[in-house]
C-alpha cells in the first residue's frame, strides 16, 4: 500500500476560501449590502451593479429577447424556482417581503446576460431589506434555456430550484439554505457549498468539481470527471454512467461515489493519514493500488479521517 500523507494543499487552500468567503459574506451583511457575491469577492459584486448603471427592472414583469447567452442570479433570502416556459417571453414573476424598493426583485438583460437580484443592488449603510419570506419565479423560454454559455447562481439563505436547463458552463454557490437541480445539462459544473443542502435528479455534468464544507450533497446523474474536496458533512454521488476519473480527498464526514462497473475497469490509489476506505466493487490489490478488471478508469482518493466509499448499482 501506498505512504499515508496528508490532505493536499490544494485541498486546503480550497477550504480556506469557502471560510474567507463566509467571513465576506457576513460582512457584506452588516454594512447593509444586500446580495452575495459569486463566491470570492461580496462586496465588489454588489457594488459593481451600481458602476455599472444598469437600467433595473423592479418587481414582477417580462421581456422578449431574440437571444440569451447567459443568466446570473444573486439571492440574499428566501425562495427562487428558475423554470422554462412555453411562453416566448422571459417573464419574472417577485413575491416581494414589502412593497418597498430595497425589498423587491431587482432584473435586466444586458448583453445577452439576464441578470436578477433579490433586491436592490446597491451599498445602503442605512437601510436594509426586510427579511422574511421572499419568494420569486424566474420563466424562461424553452428554446432559450438550451445552449446557454453560462449560468451563475448564489444562494446565500432559502432555497433554490433550477429545472430544465443546459449550459456549457454552470457555477453554484451555496452559502446555507436548499439548492434544487432537475433535469440540468452543463458541460462544466463547479460547485461550493458551505452549508445547507444540495440535491439533484437527472443532472449531467461532463466534468464536475464540487467542493464541500459543511452540510449534505445528494447528486443524482451522470457524470465523467469528478473533483471533490469534502471538509466535513456528507457527500453522495451516484452516477448512471461510471465516471473516467475521480479525484476526492476528505478530511472529515462521509464520501460516497455509486456507479456501474465500468465497462474497462478502474485503478483506484488511496492515500490516507487516518479514516476508512470502502470499495464494493471486485478489485485485486496491484502496486499499492486497488484494480478492477483492465484498469482503464483513474480513481485518485486522499484522507485525512473519515470514509470513502464506492458503490456498485
Known amino acids: 500500500m501506498s505512504e499515508p500523507r496528508r490532505l493536499s494543499g490544494g485541498a486546503w487552500a480550497r477550504i480556506i476560501l469557502v471560510l474567507i468567503l463566509c467571513l465576506m459574506v457576513v460582512l457584506a451583511l452588516l454594512v447593509g449590502t444586500t446580495g452575495i457575491s459569486n463566491c470570492t469577492n461580496a462586496l465588489r459584486y454588489r457594488t459593481s451593479f451600481t458602476i455599472d448603471n444598469r437600467n433595473w427592472e423592479v418587481g414582477s414583469g417580462s421581456t422578449s429577447v431574440s437571444n440569451l447567452h447567459g443568466i446570473n442570479v444573486d439571492w440574499l433570502y428566501g425562495d427562487v424556482k428558475i423554470n422554462t416556459s412555453d411562453k416566448n417571453v422571459i417573464e419574472i414573476i417577485d413575491h416581494p417581503t414589502s412593497s418597498a424598493r430595497i425589498d423587491q426583485v431587482h432584473w435586466v438583460v444586458e448583453n445577452g446576460i439576464l441578470y436578477v437580484v433579490s433586491n436592490e443592488p446597491r451599498v445602503n449603510i442605512n437601510i436594509l431589506p426586510t427579511w422574511g419570506s421572499h419568494t420569486c419565479e424566474i420563466l424562461i423560454p424553452k428554446n432559450l434555456a438550451q445552449g446557454l454559455n453560462s449560468m ?12 430544465g436547463f443546459s449550459s456549457s458552463a454552470l457555477k453554484m454557490d451555496v452559502l446555507s439554505g436548499n439548492f434544487y437541480i432537475d433535469n440540468t445539462e ?24 464540487l467542493d464541500l464544507l459543511s452540510g449534505k450533497t445528494d447528486l443524482f446523474g451522470s457524470f465523467n470527471s469528478l473533483t471533490t474536496t469534502t ?55 496491484r502496486n499499492g493500488a486497488y484494480v478492477n478488471g483492465n484498469g482503464f478508469a483513474k480513481y485518485s482518493f486522499h484522507l485525512t479521517s473519515g470514509t470513502i466509499s464506492l458503490k456498485p448499482v
Open 231 to 285: 471538509a466535513s458533512g456528507t457527500l453522495n454521488i451516484h452516477s448512471k454512467t461510471a465516471p473516467a476519473s475521480i479525484k476526492a480527498e476528505l478530511l472529515s464526514g462521509n464520501t460516497t461515489f455509486s456507479f456501474p462497473n465500468p465497462s474497462g475497469g478502474f485503478t483506484a490509489q488511496v492515500d490516507r493519514v487516518s479514516g476508512t476506505f470502502n470499495c464494493g466493487f471486485s478489485t485485486t490489490q
Open 152 to 163: 451563475d447562481l448564489t444562494l446565500a439563505s432559502g432555497s433554490f430550484r433550477l429545472n
Open 186 to 209: 452543463a458541460r462544466t459544473s463547479t460547485i461550493t457549498v458551505a452549508s445547507g443542502s444540495l440535491t439533484s435528479t437527472n443532472f449531467t455534468a461532463q466534468t464536475l468539481k
